[in-house]
């Protein structure tokens, strides 16, 4: 998997690129840390928590369509601006809440904002369209792998910080970090001309596009299918802390569990690039729901230990995020990257209804059970929905339709 050689305008865009989504995505997986600091200062239930985090998911996919068919129409760099001032902003607000409101303002819709503005529909496209066709796979890996790296940078930090500074103080010292990332946009400011785009869509206006999309039964079935992979991931970043030490083990093991999962998948997302741009794409998303379903049943029947929870971080850290290369790249196989920005917000949002619904059913199932296990095994037969729906998707160029002959 040897770099490709590129001209330094693609290099600084795949910087500074990359740099963002590390502090956007680090600071995102990191709210699972801050579940119970939150949860005992106010006396509340996590399904309170559950739910800000979910409304914060919600928002994100919400927001990231609208995000998305900005960048398209205005330019990236408002979007990316007020991204970053947003996930500062509902950081900031978070880490003096008292209340359920100002917790699903701070916590939730606001930096749910943040990430829709900051985070991979914004900046893959950009990435994509800094480079040639042949590397798009290539350079989608990278993006993705950076996000899962930041996950494993930043977690344990924000761990740091709250030992030095307590939970409030560490999430106002991540604001603050927050705001740096407004210095990484101006190397992804850049208006790409319709031409950077790749593939035959350079004069199709942008209704005709979201029409195609809009009656495509494979771009819907991707659609779906990525709920389970939102499911997966927003269930684990929030509630596997708290699994973790409700089964005796201390707050940092579920740190570095989580900073684990990130590390692995930069290996993980590099080779799902890798692979996606030379084998099915549909087969890999394939491959990577069922051996998710396969991880987690082992997690659940094998005894519980420090071995088994490092070996399910590892694992489950490979499949992360590994599903964006070939996601993306279907999309932009269909459709093109024109518009990619809008086409992937729309598949991204899918995700984000998985996202919600694994964050909120996670708390609401343990404040009435006392246990996430219902939640485990739902993920499990999700995982065989997403390879069922997966089956079916054709990878090939959604052609224009033709005009009719006088």
């Known amino acids: 998997m040897q770099a490709p050689r590129l001209p330094s305008s693609a290099w600084l865009t795949i910087a500074a690129g990359s740099c963002l989504l590390m502090l956007a995505f680090g600071f995102r997986a990191s709210f699972g840390l801050f579940v119970g600091p939150i949860s005992e200062a106010n006396q509340w239930g996590r399904d309170l928590i559950g739910l800000a985090l979910a409304i914060q998911n919600l928002a994100w996919g919400l927001i990231a369509v609208l995000a998305g068919g900005l960048a398209d129409r205005f330019g990236n760099r408002p979007v990316l601006v007020a991204g970053a001032l947003l996930y500062a902003l509902g950081l900031w607000m978070t880490s003096g809440v008292e209340s359920v409101w100002s917790l699903q303002m701070g916590a939730g819709l606001l930096v749910g904002a943040g990430i829709a503005g900051t985070g991979f529909g914004i900046v893959l496209p950009l990435m994509a369209r800094s480079v040639s066709e042949e590397n798009r796979q290539w350079v989608l890996g990278v993006g993705t792998a950076a996000g899962s790296l930041g996950q494993f940078l930043i977690a344990p930090l924000a761990q740091q910080f709250i030992h030095w500074f307590g939970w409030s103080g560490a999430l106002n010292v991540m604001a603050l970090m927050a705001l740096a990332m407004v210095l990484l946009v101006m190397p992804l400011a850049q208006r790409l001309k319709p031409a950077a785009a790749g593939g035959n869509t350079d004069d199709e206006p942008f209704v005709a596009v979201v029409e ?172 065989l929905v997403a390879v069922a729906l997966h089956w079916p998707i054709r990878e090939k160029r959604v052609a224009m339709p033709q005009p009719v002959a006088a």
């Open 212 to 383: 195609r999309a809009r009656g495509h039964l494979s771009y819907w079935l991707l659609t779906v299918g990525f709920f389970v992979c939102g499911f997966h991931l927003a269930f684990i970043t929030v509630h596997f802390p708290g699994y973790l030490t409700d089964n005796g083990f201390e707050p940092d093991v579920a740190a570095w569990s989580i900073a684990l999962i990130g590390l692995c998948n930069v290996v993980g997302a590099m080779v799902s690039g890798y692979l996606s741009g030379r084998l099915s794409m549909k087969r890999v998303l394939m491959f990577i729901y069922l051996v998710r379903g396969a991880v987690t049943v082992a997690l659940l029947l094998l005894p519980l230990s420090l071995a088994s929870v490092l070996t399910f971080s590892c694992l489950t850290g490979f499949l992360w995020l590994a599903t964006v290369p070939p996601t993306t790249g279907l999309v932009a196989t269909m459709f093109g990257t024109r518009y990619m920005a809008t086409l992937y917000g729309v598949v991204f949002l899918g995700h984000q209804l998985g996202s919600f619904t694994g964050v909120w059913l996670g708390g609401w199932i343990y404040e009435r059970t006392g246990s996430y296990d219902g939640v485990w095994w739902t993920g499990v037969a999700l995982s």
